[in-house]
């Protein structure tokens, strides 16, 4: 099978999972394109290979190749759910022993997130009050993260409720945006939030955020926003 690759974030991490052919021709040449404009934005990033067939020499230098590059630029390319082949080829060859490899992909995204230097300009944004935001949809996610800064508060962003609960391990938001009834694992959104945080106050966004007049909706949140974290928090 060709190289399949599909992308998400988690909060400030890239994750890209990886399924088929990492080999010689179109496959590297896409997977290195798609890196090396990531690293221009961001560092860090988990290559999750649970899905990868097979692997050849010019595939495994590409990797090495963009590890260097992700690591002069204060980063990293981590690799996680490796398969045997994958892990063999490696230890053949000694790389294991380079790259930093993890067995699940919730402990390569926290500590991709753990390792993060704040960049040229950042302690200020990092000082600000984070805030949590989970939602499937990238232009929710957008909208919000806008409103937020606005605010002088840290937008962090999940599109899923497991990747959120890592951003929960890696940078104790103040506050928590999301639809109650998203679920994971059986549970809904709610449900989770109130047994692994339960001193953070949740926002609801409920069904009609995304559909109602846009500016009606984000003033609103905002006014909720507000009595939760104070200006001067």
Known sequence: ???????????????????????????????????????????HIVLQTAEVTFIDSSGLGTIVRLMSAARAAGGDVTICQCPAMMRKALTMTNLHNVFRLYETEDDAILAALQAQRPTAG??????????LCVDPSADVLAYLSELLKKESLRPITASNLVDSQVLMKARAPKLILANAKLSARGKTAGEIFAGCCPGVPFVDLGDAFSKDDAGEAGAKLLAQVRTLIPSNT
């Not at 950042?122 to 805030?131: E, F, G, I, M």
Request: charged fraction near 25%; aromatic fraction near 2%.
């Open 122 to 131: 950042a302690p200020a944004d990092q000082s600000r009050p984070a805030v």
């Open 1 to 43: 099978m060709n190289l399949q690759l599909k992308s998400r974030w988690v909060g400030e991490v890239l994750v890209l999972q990886c399924a088929g052919r990492i080999v010689v021709g179109p496959e590297v040449d896409t997977l290195h394109e798609i890196v090396r404009k990531e690293l221009e934005h961001q560092p």
